[in-house]
């Protein structure tokens, strides 16, 4: 059984996943360079959802162990403490490479509680 507090916190990652998504369809890497509020809206979905994995439960991390949680959260910890020296191409891959199956993950693991 999900704990209560998961299931919101996997509802909410899955919202700013669509948004990086949305946001993300269309852009070249040389567009997210030169779009300094386009990076920032960005990464703070990024930070979101950094923070929200934070709060998942160890069971749930533990059992659902395809996504690297560890480094989720510690990419909300590099944009939210040094963004200055944040590598926009990392980012920008993240939201190519990863953001979807994140998003995906999350439905799978609400799924396969029922939800």
Not at 29 to 42: G, S
Not at 54 to 83: F, S
């Amino acid at each position: 059984m999900l704990d209560v507090k998961d299931k919101g916190r996997l509802f909410q990652i899955i919202k700013h996943c669509l948004k990086i998504e949305k946001k993300m369809s269309d852009v070249t890497l040389e567009d997210f360079e030169d779009d300094e509020d386009l990076r920032e809206i960005i990464c703070f979905n990024i930070f979101q959802i950094g923070e929200l994995a934070k709060g998942l439960t160890i069971e749930l991390t533990k059992k659902y162990n395809e996504v690297p949680w560890k480094e989720i959260k510690g990419m909300r910890d590099v944009i939210g403490h040094g963004y200055g020296t944040i590598d926009v191409e990392i980012v920008y891959n993240t939201t190519k490479d990863n953001i979807s199956v994140l998003s995906k993950y999350c439905e799978k693991i609400l799924e396969d509680n029922g939800i």
